[in-house]
């Protein structure tokens, strides 16, 4: 698992246009909120992307991209910001290397059942590619604000 200091994984990664978006690309030049959900068109990541969404603003005042991340392909996640009106670019990480270099491919119990699958996290990353928040397990429901919060503290 990441944590504060640590140099962020580079990735380059389809996004739900099938434009590959490379992390070199942002550096000395935005701060990047990387946030990682289990699935497209759920009640949580539904609500997580939204809050994103009406953040947008704010965030690029700030310097800052907002970038969300699934094993989804990229036609599930151009249906879901189609459906939802998102603005957040969501990549497709259908390998999940992205998933395992951030630590958010997890085994996860449910209904007494184990197996694998995206630990809601969120990775607030600077200008110069350095972990400056490593947030594992968050809640979907006010986390954008919080996150916001953060980058202000940049």
């Known amino acids: 698992m990441l944590t ?6 580079e990735f380059e990664t ?5 434009t590959m978006v490379r992390s070199a690309k942002y550096r000395d030049r935005k701060n990047v909120v990387l946030y990682f959900y289990p699935k497209d068109n759920t009640t949580g990541c539904t609500i997580e992307a939204l809050e ?4 947008m603003d704010e965030f690029e005042a700030l310097d800052t991209v907002v970038i969300g991340v699934s094993k989804d392909n990229c036609v599930s996640h151009a249906s879901f910001r189609d459906r939802n009106g998102l603005s957040v670019r969501l990549l497709a ?5 992205l998933c395992e270099a951030y630590g958010v491919w997890q085994e996860r119990e449910k209904n ?3 197996r694998m699958g995206i630990l809601r996290s969120t990775f607030i990353i600077d200008k110069q590619g350095t972990v400056r928040y490593a947030l594992y397990d968050v809640k979907p429901k006010g986390h954008a604000a919080q996150v916001l919060e953060l980058v ?3």
């Open 93 to 97: 990480d259908i390998e999940g290397e």
């Open 14 to 18: 389809p996004d739900s246009d099938m």
């Open 112 to 114: 007494g059942e184990k």
């Open 4 to 9: 504060a200091g640590d140099v962020a994984p």
């Open 52 to 55: 994103f969404t009406d953040l």
């Open 152 to 154: 202000r503290q940049l």
